[in-house]
């Protein structure tokens, strides 16, 4: 089925689980006040909330979080529609893929996997093996399109039209959806040129049926955002790609897979090579040191597999709960039988 057609669904914990508290580095799950303070009021306490004045304002950041999220899916039309009639893009050529954007060394990896049987060993010939359990980086655009790309986002930018925060944990960037990148860009991208490789590189987290995606640049600059926390992805395969190498530090550092604390695991880092994309799987846990100077573009593909994530929910480890959203929502589809259940806030 085709993107168009197919109807993706959030789980419903997108309306209760993984609440970050940055002040706290603290993931928090708000049902009701009563079962907050029952879960949480300690645990915030030992964490420096000892007051119940913090304690009160720690709720309200949470339950406006939690508002946020509910009114995410029209906010997102009424941005989106906001963003197509008032923007005049830079450079409208860049918004359809073409394969001339594409390094050739990129477009050769896609070749070989496409071939036969051995298509495995001959990509693990040709792409970079970085430190850590398969994480791979590879040139994917060229210099150009990555300096075009980057004076498009910071050309909207400096607009006052309306932004959509990137995720719960980055504040600075913009949501490629939104923009006008998915359906001409982000979408071929993904098909025909990302699952190639993801198929032979990731079966087992449905490398081979990745169908849907959220994809969003995140911007870090000193003053603004400088580092983020480790965590991982709501994503099968996560491509990170570097623009420009107008920063110093800043690396990311991955550790084991989710469940286990970063105390448990050996940290491997991962330095940012400008135009290159950095491939991993969505819950190998990771997180970015602190830029030093400059400011550093990403652009972030989180790429799902509703085969995958259908069967257990990577945000809440249950059988997801369906609710209705617009676009892709968080990439599930409904299997047979499964109840949906239409949000309050679309
Ligand atoms: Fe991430
Ligand atoms: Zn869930």
């Not at 993984?18 to 030992?46: A, G």
């Not at 990509?123 to 850590?132: H, P, Q, S, V």
């Not at 040129?193 to 993801?198: A, D, L, Q």
């Amino acid at each position: 089925m085709s993107d168009d057609q197919e109807i993706f669904y959030v789980c419903s914990c997108y309306y209760t689980h993984n609440i970050f508290l940055s002040q706290f580095s603290l993931h928090v799950t708000y049902i009701d006040d009563e079962t907050f303070s029952k879960n949480w009021r300690q645990i915030l306490k030992n964490k420096g909330c000892t007051s119940d004045e913090a304690y009160t304002d720690v709720l309200k950041q949470v339950k406006t979080e939690v508002e946020r999220r509910k009114s995410l899916g029209h906010k997102y039309l009424e941005r989106r529609q906001k963003i197509s009639e008032g923007y005049t893009p830079l450079h409208p050529n860049i918004y359809k893929l073409q394969t001339s954007y594409l390094s050739p060394k990129f477009l050769e990896l896609v070749e070989v996997s496409k071939q036969d049987s051995t298509s495995k060993e001959n990509l693990l010939k040709r792409i970079n093996i970085e430190k850590g359990e398969r994480i791979y980086s590879f040139p994917m655009f060229t210099e150009e399109f990555c300096h075009l790309f980057k004076e498009e986002i910071e050309h909207f930018e400096g607009t006052d039209l309306p932004k959509g925060r990137p995720n719960t944990m980055n504040n600075y960037g913009v949501l490629m959806n939104e923009l006008g990148f998915d359906k001409d860009f982000i979408t071929p991208l993904r098909l025909s040129y990302i699952t190639p490789i993801t198929r032979l590189l990731y079966p087992d987290w449905g490398g081979d049926s990745l169908d849907s995606h959220k994809a969003f640049v995140v911007k870090y600059k000193i003053g603004e955002d400088l580092s983020l926390n480790y965590h991982y992805d709501n994503a099968e395969v996560t491509v990170n790609l570097s623009l420009e190498s107008d920063f110093s530090e800043g690396s990311l550092y991955f550790g084991g897979m989710r469940h286990l604390r970063l105390e448990e695991t050996e940290c491997t880092e991962y330095c940012h090579k400008p135009t290159h994309g950095l491939i991993h799987r969505g819950q190998h846990m990771h997180g970015a040191l602190p830029i030093s100077h400059g400011e550093r573009y990403n652009l972030i593909i989180w790429m799902r597999s509703s085969r995958v994530r259908n069967k257990l929910c990577p945000m809440c480890d249950r059988k997801p709960q369906l609710i209705k959203t617009v676009g892709f929502g968080d990439g599930f589809t409904k299997t047979e039988k499964q109840t949906v259940d239409v949000c309050c806030a679309l």
